[in-house]
């Protein structure tokens, strides 16, 4: 699919999309629960299909009932032998110890940047938890066989949150008695925030957090209870939401509705560059209104909320001066090696990107331009381009612009809705 750009002004109001990380989550602990889950507000992006499946594969029902899902479950019991992740990197990573929590051989499998993506972690991981498995060099598919038994371990958490956040569910959902999980250097810990509140709002065991170095599991007589009923309404997205942000600081009035201040959710922080960077925006409890007014280059740590990168680039396009923002080293195994995939396309809207050891250095406002440009198959760099063309000169031809089905499907037609003017070529 290709999308057309056209410079134009944003005005009005929208609500941001359903999160992607809360939504998984919310499936993940809808099937290790057990009952019944009503979830609202859900999302139906590519990722959050994809779990939905694999919950179905691993014995939940799932039924569409008035534009909320209800999800049936009594406990994990695969029903297939193997899984299906879609190119969800939080998906495999968070779904494979729970699968993993079943004693027969399940094989787990995924499509796009998925299948280049790292798994060896789970190599090194679940043999110390009895767990059978069998990678690809390190990548998909993967075999396991559990059953998993939760034990003291030492992880490392430099390459992402995503493999803690299973194992909590899956120590969680076994019962674990009086073992930690000990971790080094985690990153992206507001993710890992976010999978205890939804634990708890779930009612499964929660470890206690000791300072992000260890996670203990004191011991509780948890069993998935299929009487019990529960009601789970999924967060607005703050990474999404971050894209239609920027958009009215740099190209018109809107009102942003359908973010919580008070949300674990790491990219929240977009908050802190705007303000940084001097954008008009006021934020209230319901809703964050912005106003284009001239922007200056701003410094920001994006190491805990890599997700970030992508719409801080297209903000720091516009921000007068030069922008450093620190953590590229987080970029390197998304959906494409972002580092580069920024600096590669923003480039070609004459935008300089200089990449330095664990520093992004973009220098800005000195005018875009409208570009054949491509996503690399990597929704958050469509959607960066989609954003930097509303105020480019010239128009802003996006190839491979169906790529933001991933976590964001309506984003065209949200951005189109404010003002944004656009054509959209099936190829
Ligand atoms: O847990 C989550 O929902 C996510 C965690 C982050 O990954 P890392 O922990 O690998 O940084 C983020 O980049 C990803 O988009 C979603
Ligand atoms: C990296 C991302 O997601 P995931 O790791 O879950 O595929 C993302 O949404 O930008």
Known sequence: MIVTIQPSPLKGGIYAPASKSSMQRACAAALAAGGTTTIKNPGSSNDDKAALGVIRDLGAEVLQEDGELVIKSAGIHARESSVFCGESGLGIRMFTPLVALNNKPITITG???????PMDFFDTVLPLLGVEIRTNAGKLPLEVKGPLVPADITIDGSLSSQFLTGLLLAYAASGAKDVSIHVTNLKSKPYVDLTLDVMKAFGLPVPENRNYE????????????????RSYTVEGDWSGGAFLLVAGAIAGEI???????????ADKAILQALVSCGAGISIEAEQISLRPIPLKAFQFDATDCPDLFPPLVALAAYCKGTTVIEGVERLTHK??????????????????????DNLMIIRGGEGVKGAPVHSHHDHRIAMACAVAGLCAQGPTVIAGAEAINKSYPDFYEHISSLGASLTIEQK
């Open 214 to 229: 260890s996670f203990y599991f004191p011991g509780s007589d948890f069993k998935p209870d299929p009487s019990s009923l």
């Open 255 to 265: 009102v942003v509705k359908g973010l919580d201040v008070f949300s674990t959710q």
């Open 111 to 117: 499509e796009g940047s998925l299948v280049t993506r």
């Open 335 to 356: 959906e494409s090696n972002r580092a580069l995939t920024l600096q590669a396309e923003f480039g070609k809207m004459g935008v300089p990107i200089e990449l330095q």
